[in-house]
């Protein structure tokens, strides 16, 4: 799709203004036209901060995926499992957080209708003696809306996920990761002088790898050198490679200079939903870098975006440093300083696989202590 920005009219535009309106963003006196103008952007912009979405007020493809979702509401149509093109959006979300809440599994709460939304609502319709047919129509709506929730918080796909990582050991061999470098190819990412955030996170991504591998895991990376694959193909190549964790590594900008600093993002909703283990690396990560970098620690956050919400596996993305930041960016072209992030990031995974049974520090588990650790004997 063609991206839409201040200054743009036409049909596409007008489209984006009548949901805006319908969502209360945009005043209904302003509902018609077709002109992209300041209230819009304004409108956008609201819109994206509300959907933990990038705050740019220009709607390219997420943005436009998320102003379509969100013009559905529970109950204005029937939902079901299509195989060839799953549906998306806000009632899907809101019918995935029902079912997690009454303590069915309908996977991650992304906001599509998949396989698994499909069997956990079966499962529902089968308990409450509704016809078991997959589809979310009044019978099954009335049914969803009277039932109050058995427990909140401790919904079992959120449970599930932390089983996985117990199970798994603590040991980091054989465990696959896909490493993200953000951007690439043509697009360079945040680009200021001839420091290119593309080549960072490549070069960063490739240092971590090295590091990954000797400890015997198997560590992918999402993209080649020259390519910029789509977010929603990053993450289909983590669910086609079945990872374990996926880690997409970026660096920030900003129009003020003074904006520095490191911060981690995992997979939560606004209705409180969360990937309880991508929150827990997107924590050791954040702590590790902030001690060990001296970079500012601006916190883990929850956000959907794409490679958060369509990865199956737990999945973080680090935005370390702010190339807009002269000190930051300084940080960041030296390769000794990306060296200091890798290892951080490293001993944050080996901590995730602990499962917190490590009283190190933060900050002083080195990479010696962690191959050290993968190659004690098994008591
Ligand atoms: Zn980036």
Redesign the pocket.
């Known amino acids: 799709m063609r991206v839409l920005r201040r200054g743009e009219d036409g049909p596409a535009v007008a489209e984006v203004r009548s949901t805006l309106t319908a969502l209360g963003l945009l005043p209904s006196s302003n509902g018609s036209g077709s002109l992209f103008d300041k209230a819009v952007e304004h409108a956008v912009r609201t819109f994206q901060q509300q959907r933990g979405l990038i705050t740019d007020g220009v709607v390219g493809p997420a943005t436009y995926r998320a102003l379509r979702d969100a013009t559905y509401q529970l109950g204005a149509r029937p939902l079901a499992y299509l195989v060839s093109a799953p549906v998306s959006g806000d009632d899907v979300l809101t019918l995935q957080e029902r079912l997690l809440e009454l303590g069915y599994d309908a996977g991650r709460p992304n906001g599509v209708f998949g396989a698994q939304t499909e069997a956990a609502l079966r499962n529902f319709q089968r308990d409450y003696g509704l016809k078991v047919d997959g589809i979310c129509g009044p019978e099954t709506l009335r049914a969803l809306r009277q039932l109050s929730p058995r427990a909140r918080g401790g919904s079992p796909v959120l449970l599930r996920e932390q089983e996985r990582v117990r199970k798994a050991g603590p040991r980091l061999r054989g465990k696959r990761i896909v490493i993200d470098p953000?951007?690439g190819g043509s697009d360079t990412?945040?680009t200021v002088g001839d420091v290119r955030?593309a080549d960072l996170v490549w070069d960063l991504a490739r240092r971590l790898e090295g590091r990954m591998v000797a400890t015997g895991m198997q560590a992918l990376l999402s993209r080649g050198r020259d390519q910029c694959p789509t977010e929603a193909d990053r993450a289909s190549f983590a669910n086609d490679v079945g990872a374990d964790l996926y880690l997409s590594l970026?660096?920030d900008a900003n129009p003020s200079p003074l904006a520095q600093g490191v911060a981690s993002f995992h997979f939560g909703t606004a209705g409180g939903s969360t990937s309880t283990i991508g929150e827990t690396l997107a924590g050791f990560i954040q702590r590790e870098l902030a001690v060990r970098t001296g970079l500012r620690d601006c916190r883990a956050h929850p956000k959907t975006w794409d490679t958060l919400r369509l990865t199956r596996c737990p999945a973080v993305r680090v935005e370390i440093g702010y190339l807009t930041n002269p000190d930051d960016r300084r940080r960041l072209s030296d390769p000794a300083f990306r060296d200091v992030v890798a290892e951080g990031v490293l001993v944050a995974v080996k901590r995730l696989y602990l499962l917190g049974e490590n009283d190190q520090p933060t900050g002083t588990f080195t990479f010696a202590d962690v191959l050290r650790h993968e190659l004690a004997r098994v008591e």
Do not use: A, I, K
Request: aromatic share 0%; no cysteine; charged share 15%.
């Open positions: 953000g951007h990412g945040v955030e970026h660096s």
